[in-house]
Structures are given as structure tokens and as C-alpha cells.
């Protein structure tokens, strides 16, 4: 039997807080003012930007160019996105705040879905009430998974569909739980339209959370087959009446959809994009995320599997898993899989190992209230915490000196590249970038063209990014441009007498046509 005062309880949850605030912040410190960003996330970055200024539209995105409209994903993450360059204006580090914004939404919707399962087992007549812990334990799991905080730091599209489809489960939860007709219906239809969001940000996988009905009624024994069906026939119409009204009112989407379904979808079943090293891929990559959760959830409940009941906990374990499963599983059957694509999924495992641990967890939590010295072991632990990643973040601040970003990547991303390991140093990073252009006080105006020399410099996707990120212009294979940019070390190149020297570059060398 567990006894506390409610102040005792209150100082103990804010040092776990406290504790998962600081581990929170120690993950993401070393990008959190970094320029250095993911591939993906600077052409999103740069194309929301565009968007922001005024150039391209909802449904024709402009990236470069070249590459106008851009019809790799659907648009509204990026169109999110371009609402805070419209705010905050162009610099290089709105897409790390945007995506530190995304995570504390997050975490906030994880902390919702936590509360309506302690709600739904406190009010539960049926059976003993259950020791439930308080919401610093999911959080920590979900904090835990590298994948979280690497994604949020690198502006990837599953940041904008994570909180979406966690809110969309809380809401849809919410609705086969209600007991009140009205609110059942309201919360479906809300859910739905949150699901719908998702599809407009990443596409077909953000339709998982349809099967929430259908795994709390197989899992948690208390809801009606009519509510699942309900809840369930109630989000798929809102989806496809959502869909229908934006066919029929914005023409734009026809094309967007027929170039989307055939180069992305259609290319991605086929195998005809980029390539996994093998179908079970994700799989790893799952079991590899997931190591430090489960090792934290095994400690725990090791360690207090004599003093508590796991009751209807559970239950919820089981229907958290089969939600997490049903958003990661599917992409077995893809020969295209990379990492981030089950980033969505993992707080759903995070809150499957948190449902089943709960019990020990507030174990924990009373142990706590009564060893002083646990306690201020739970505090030492975050301020260190803490102190290391304001050190970290001026440490790492600004344009990085070293690869940082290349090493931190996940190592398996070289494979599905094809770039082998020992060409790790011949990849063009942002910190050759940075030597190139930034150190040499690089200016170019706004909507420029640069051709390369040779042509195959075009091809680095890198390079492309970065200067139409920060630069704002467009390289291309083709002649004629003010700008010829040419790479050091590669096949000679034959410029007529006007075009004079910018500045030279480890790699790259930059040349412009006098008037």
C-alpha cells in the first residue's frame, strides 16, 4: 500500500520532470544551434522558404529552378513550415526551432493519450484500482529511441506526422471510450480530420491509426463492436470526404497526385527507388531503437516485480502494441525502407513498454519520496545532464568545424546510398560547404544560376541543396549562366577569357562572367 502526501508527490514528479526535461535537451544539443541539417531536411527547409517569399504554391512547390513544382511529397508539412519562415523570416536555424516546437507537441500529445489511459483505469469499477505512474515514465521511454531525436533535429517530414497521428489517436481513443453519443462522434470526426492531415504530409503510411477501434476492442475487453464500428466507418468517411472536397475544389492536386503515385508510391512498391539492404531492414533498425527503452523498462520492473500487480495495465501494453505494429510492419513489404519511416510508430511501442512497467514505475516513484538521497541522485543526474548540453550547444553552435552531422547520421544510410564506409571523407558534408562558400564570403544574388563543370557536379544533391537553401540559387548542367562553378580535381574545364576568378575552394572553385 502506497502512502504520500499530495506535496511529497508533487516535489517527486517534478525531479522526474526535471530529469526528462534535461535528458530531452542533452539529445538534441549538439544540432539545436547547429546550421548543419540532414539532406532532406534542407530541401524541405529550402522549399518552405520559397513558399514563404512567395514562390510556388500549395500544390506546385518550388524547389530550384529545375525542380518546379516538387512533387516528391504531399505538401502540408512543408506548407507548416513555411508559416514559421513567414513569422520569423529566413535564418539558419528556423527549421531546428521548428522542429524543437514539433517535439514538445509531441510529447504534450503523448501526455494526453497517458492521461486518458489513467483516467479510463482509475474509472474502471470492475476491477482493484491499479498503481499507475505518472506521466515523466512514457515520456522518458519515448524520449530514449536515437531515431526521435535525430529526426527532430533534422527537419524530416515525420516530425509534422508524428504529433498529428498521436493526437489523432488520443482523439479517436477518446471517442470509443465516450460514453456520450455526441462527443463519440465529434471525437471520431476530429480524429479523422487529423488522420487526413497526416496523409497530406507523408502520404498513404499515416493511415494506420484507422485500426485504433478495431485493436482496443480485440485488447482491452470493454468496448462494444458497434462503438468500434462507429468510431471507425465515422474516420474513414471524414478522411474520404476530406479528400473529395479538396479533389473538387483545387485542380492543383490532380497533377500532384498522378506525378506522386507514379515516381514516389508506384516507384517505392516496385522497387524502383532507393533500396534496402534487405526486407527486413526496418525490422533492425526497430530492435536497434528500441534497446535503450526496453533496457530502462527491464531495470525497472526487475527491480520492483515483487511490490506491485500489473492488474489492467496489461492490456493497454497490448493494444499500444498492436497500434505500433500496424504503422511499422507495413513497411516490410517495400524494398525501399529507411529509417525514419517508423519514427511515428516509436512512442507507440514507448507507451507499450510504459503500460506494462507502470506499476513498478510508480514503485519507483515512491522510492523516491522516501530516500533522500535517491532524490537528490535524480536531481544530480539532471543538472549534469543539463550543464552538458548548454556546453554542448555553444560548443557546437553556428557553422560546425567538423563532420558532426556525417557521423552522427546513422551508419546503415551509407548502405541504402551504396556509398561503402571508407568513401565516408570523399562525400561532400556541410562542413566542405561551409569551407567553400561561407569562409570566402561567398555573395551571390537571389535566383541565380550556376552551371557546373563538369556536368556531373549537377548531380550532387548536396551541393544543390545547400545553395539553394542559402543562397537561393539554382545549380544547373546547363551553359550560358554568369556562373560556372568547377570542381576541384575533375575533368578540366574550357571557360572563354570573361569569365574571372570568385574564389577558390578545397572542392569547388567559383567563376563569373564580367559585363
Sequence with gaps: MLVSTTDDRIIVKKRLFALVAALSLFLIAVRLLSSDCFLDGTVYAAIARNLAEGNGSFWHLSYTGEITPFYEHPPFGIWLESLAFRMAGDHQWIEQFWGIGLEIITLGSIGLIWHTVKSNLSADNTRAKPIISGLWWPLFLCTLPPLISWCFTNNLLENTTTPLLLLAIWQALSSCLEKNAYRTISQAIFAGILIFLALLTKGPPALFPCILPL???????????????QTTLTMVLTIVLCSALMWLMDNGIHDFIRV???????????????LSPSRFYLASVLMRELALPLGFAMIIYL????????SAQPRWGIFFLILAMSGSLP???????????????????GLALASWTSGAAAQFEERIKRSGVLGNSV??????????????IINFRGVIKTDVGTYIRDINWHELANMPLDERQSEYTWKKF???????????????????????IHDDWRIRAYLQRYYRSTLT???????????SGKEPCQLSSNYRQLTTGKDYTLYHRAQ
Design 215 to 229: 485493436a482496443a476492442y480485440l485488447s482491452l475487453g470493454r468496448i462494444s463492436l458497434s462503438r468500434c464500428i
Design 260 to 274: 506522386y503515385a507514379d515516381n514516389q508510391l508506384r516507384a517505392s512498391i516496385m522497387g524502383l527507388r532507393e
Design 303 to 310: 527491480s520492483h516485480r515483487h511490490t506491485f500487480s500489473l
Design 331 to 349: 513497411f516490410l513489404v517495400l524494398s525501399k525502407q529507411m529509417d525514419w519511416y517508423i519514427m511515428p510508430t516509436l512512442p507507440l511501442y
Design 379 to 392: 536531481l544530480g543526474i539532471s543538472g549534469i545532464l543539463f550543464v552538458a548540453s548548454v556546453v554542448t
Design 434 to 456: 561551409n569551407e567553400d562558400f561561407f569562409e570566402r564570403n561567398v555573395s551571390l544574388p537571389p535566383g541565380s544560376f550556376i552551371t557546373s563543370c563538369p556536368a556531373e
Design 477 to 487: 548542367s546547363r551553359r550560358g549562366y554568369d556562373y560556372i562553378l568547377v570542381g
